[in-house]
């Protein structure tokens, strides 16, 4: 299996007396930068691999790096004192740079990939009011992902005030269930902020309530949502709608797009996704499951219901040998550079450049039958 | 689409419906769940969307800038002067006083559009207010669009030239083979048809090949032969047309014996040459039925078609106003028709009145009674309302009262039957017809229309 460089590894780690969030700078990228000393790490190519260094009074050192991939210049990376857990908190050239914000929850759904806990985890937001600080000016995207960031309320605010002050050009993307939004103050409060930049991914899993409160789990959850779309639509705000795709949203994945169409035309993009398997997606593998070469038609007819109206639509996450081939323009490579793999039979596929590839933890129970390589010879025309 | 079973379950008991099609009406809002009865911000905002041309007000503007017109059609006099009569043209003082009402109107979009009589026999009047409205939008800063209803014989180079610099577009009336036209588009010479073949021609030079479009007034003689009248106007190089009764108005209906017919004739012709218009398509030739356009974004689409025709409330007052020869001013064409019988409950008033006046009249308030088709009796129970409209001008001058009685209501039958027709195809699914129709309801071209995807049954 080839791709996915982890975020995290471990290292002999020296010189801290509590958590610490650096940069990392090459020595020449150093002398130009406006972090005090403090902030930066020093990165060093050596025979056995990378080591870094804190410079000035509070001098720590990080060595003997157990996979030298993880730690490049430009990344934002965690310390832990007397740990040797080394954490990149931001990727430099990374696309799929994220933000936690919170292991809260409102919503508890069926294939929910990072399982929500009901703890107090507020010290997040400090990290990610450090991490903006030190993410390059230039960073194109960031995420922001959770639980549900928008529980956060006034801290959020917080947060995006702080990346429109750092990060003026960024785009950044904030995962959320919009159910908070049905309050039109915090709606207006949040989606104001670096309004232009910033777009609301929310995932909408059904036309009808019984469907889409089925799959958060939550009764009144549709609703909400809506009324958090409204709110959004209301503020101009930009947003993306989330279908994660499996056995509950299939049957009406055809008529949600309509629904889409004419409840929600003001949306931006729609992003019709394939089941990451984990967390509860695991647990719940038998309700979910689905192979996507048995949902290619109900999946082409909600393509083509959006494209032809003019809402642009993506496919993430699904390879494209599972794919319907008219299909193709629309499939995306979306999955995270650090979850990402190709299995062996796709080394010697023509298409590989061009396809999602798969989830570092879908295991053979996962993947589709139709998996297979393509050769040159089918694309001869 | 609902069959008539699912229909009375919907009306009487819906949790006999299979759960997926109770699925499919709640989604669209029309079955609400248990518990529920309330309507989302979002179902709101939609209807809000649906009726966005509400908050405009008018936007179409009518000059009727002279009533002189060198034919005489059967189906047409009160619409018409001779030639050389006296006292049919509209003064000055009156074109600039219409201006005035038109940007009162609030609408962003302003559509001026001339028409007659024969407008081109007044080509000067026709410059002078181009001229002033662009004058005054220099300052008003509205979307202003022109248009005109011609014969095309009086459009020469000159006049033709004026209409390419201020975009005005033309449309004309073609009533099908030079034999039918010339029947019943008498000119003295006896010669219509060809001399709008002429001005066609001189017409496309200038503004290019479809700087024209043409519409038929659909008689009793032109009901035997759909696919000919389709096929005249493919042969003229139209790529669409626009199919329409004859109108029920005026002097009109002294001759209904000889040129009128149940309306439900004329939708058995719409069906024969929707069908022919549709094997074009399917054949690859994109034509288009202008009225199925319009009929198909109402039920296809979540947004209006901006058709002032076919709204509710009724387009009539709130949408256009047409400003007559003679300094009145009505709610629409036909109430002008109306007039001219004789009929003046439609008058809204004179055009020297200011716009907030003219909409606040009597004859606006009786139209009223009958302008909101979710209101009207048998609209309110019709599972076409919320894609058709309400006729108060013809339901007040047909049937006396602007409520109208939808039984005898040929504005009814006409409907009933074109949604009836365009549901029952929509239902039937034929892959190659959802095409054509997602196109025209999207207004575009069928090649962008790859794929439909998913239509809505
Ligand atoms: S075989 Fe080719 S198309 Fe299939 S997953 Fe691998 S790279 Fe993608
Ligand atoms: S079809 Fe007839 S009853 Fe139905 S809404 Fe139109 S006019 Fe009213």
């Known amino acids: 299996m080839t791709g996915a460089v982890p975020l995290h590894t471990h290292a002999r780690v020296s010189g801290v007396d509590r958590p610490e969030i650096l940069k990392v700078l090459s020595p020449e990228e150093a002398v130009g930068s406006h972090l005090p000393p403090q902030d930066v790490l020093l990165f060093a190519e050596g025979i056995d691999g990378p080591s870094l260094t804190r410079p000035g009074d509070a001098p720590a050192r990080v060595e003997d790096l157990r996979d030298r991939r993880v730690i490049r210049p430009g990344d934002v990376v965690r310390l832990r004192p007397g740990g040797s857990l080394v954490s990149v908190l931001y990727r430099r050239g990374s696309t799929s740079n994220t933000l936690f914000a919170t292991e809260r929850c409102n919503s508890l759904c069926l294939m929910c990939s990072q399982p929500p806990r009901d703890e107090d985890d507020r010290w997040r937001v400090d990290e990610m009011l450090r991490v903006i600080s030190l993410v390059d000016r230039e960073e194109l995207q960031l995420g922001i992902t959770g639980g549900e960031p928008t529980l956060l309320g006034e801290d959020l605010a917080r947060v995006l005030d702080a990346i429109s002050v750092y990060l003026p050009d960024t785009q950044v993307q904030i995962l959320t269930n919009g159910r908070t939004f049905a309050d039109a103050a915090l709606a207006e409060r949040l989606a104001t902020i670096h309004r232009d930049r910033t777009v609301w991914a929310v995932p909408l899993y059904g036309d009808v309530a019984r469907l889409h409160d089925e799959v958060v789990d939550v009764e009144g959850a549709f609703r909400e949502t809506l009324d958090g779309l409204y709110q959004l639509g209301r503020l101009r705000a930009r947003v993306e709608i989330r279908v994660v795709l499996h056995q509950l949203t299939i049957p009406r994945l055809a008529q949600l797009s309509a629904f889409i169409y004419r409840r929600l035309p003001f949306v931006n993009h729609v992003a019709l996704m394939g089941l990451e398997p984990m967390g509860f997606a695991k647990t719940n593998r038998d309700r979910l499951w689905i192979d996507p070469a048995d949902y290619q038609a109900e999946l082409a007819a909600a393509v083509f219901h959006l494209a032809a109206r003019g809402l642009p639509v993506s496919i993430y996450n699904l390879p494209l040998c599972v794919l319907d081939r008219r299909l193709w323009p629309f499939a995306r490579q979306s999955i995270s550079g650090w979850k990402n793999i190709y299995p062996p039979d796709c080394k010697d596929c023509v298409v590989r450049d061009h396809c999602a590839g798969f989830f570092a933890s879908a295991g053979p129970t996962w993947r589709s039958r139709a998996v297979r390589p393509f050769q040159f010879e089918e694309f001869a025309a | ?457």
């Open chain 2, 1 to 457: 689409m609902l069959d008539a079973i699912d229909g009375v379950r919907l009306a009487e008991r819906p949790y006999e419906l299979a759960p997926s099609r109770r699925d499919d009406l709640e989604a669209r809002g029309l079955l609400t769940p248990l518990g529920s009865a309330d309507w989302s911000e979002l179902e709101r905002a939609a209807h809000r969307t649906r009726k966005s041309f509400l908050l405009d007000g008018p936007a179409l503007h009518i000059f009727v800038v002279t009533l002189r017109c060198d034919h005489s059609c059967q189906y047409c006099q009160v619409s018409r002067a001779a030639l050389t009569a006296q006292g049919f043209d509209m003064s000055l003082t009156d074109a600039e006083a219409a201006l005035d009402r038109v940007f009162e109107s609030p609408s962003p979009t302003l559509t001026i559009e001339f028409q007659g009589g024969e407008p081109a026999l007044r080509f000067d009047l026709v410059r002078h207010i181009v001229e002033s409205a662009v004058r005054r939008n220099a300052e008003a800063g509205r979307t202003l669009r022109f248009s005109m209803v011609s014969t095309l014989h009086h459009l020469g180079s000159d006049e033709l030239a004026f209409c390419r610099e201020h975009g005005i577009h033309l449309s004309t009336s073609i009533d099908g083979p030079a034999q039918l036209h010339d029947a019943q588009r008498p000119n003295p010479t006896r010669d219509a048809h060809a001399r709008t073949l002429e001005g066609l021609a001189r017409a496309r030079e200038v503004l290019g090949g479809d700087g024209v479009v043409a519409l038929p007034t659909v008689t009793r003689a032109a009901l035997a032969d759909p696919i000919g009248l389709v096929e005249h106007y493919r042969a003229l190089g139209f790529r669409s047309i626009f199919l329409r009764p004859v109108s029920p108005y005026g002097f009109a209906r002294k001759t209904k014996r000889v040129h009128g017919y149940d309306m439900d004739a004329f939708v058995g012709f719409y069906v024969r040459a929707l069908d022919h218009i549709l094997n074009l398509n399917a054949q690859g030739e994109p034509f288009e039925e202008i009225y199925a356009g319009i009929l198909l974004r109402h039920i296809l689409t979540p947004f209006h078609s901006g058709y002032v025709d076919l709204r509710s409330p009724a387009g009539a007052g709130l949408g256009v106003l047409v400003y007559n020869y003679d300094g009145q001013v009505y709610p629409s064409d036909e109430a002008r028709m109306v007039a001219e019988t004789g009929d003046r409950r439609l008058a809204l008033g004179d055009v020297q009145t200011s716009l907030d006046e003219l909409l606040d009249s009597p004859a606006m308030a009786w139209l009223r009674q009958g302008a909101v088709a979710e209101e009207l009796p048998g609209c309110d129970r019709c599972a076409f309302v919320p894609f058709c409209g309400a006729d108060p001008v013809y339901h007040g001058a047909i049937h006396g009262d602007p409520v109208g009685d939808r039984a005898t209501s040929e504005f009814c039958a006409k409907h009933m039957g074109l949604f009836r027709h365009l549901f029952r195809s929509i239902a039937d699914g034929d892959p190659t017809t959802l095409r054509t129709f997602t196109a025209w309801a999207l207004g575009k071209s069928r090649t962008d229309i790859a794929e439909p995807g998913y239509v809505e049954r």
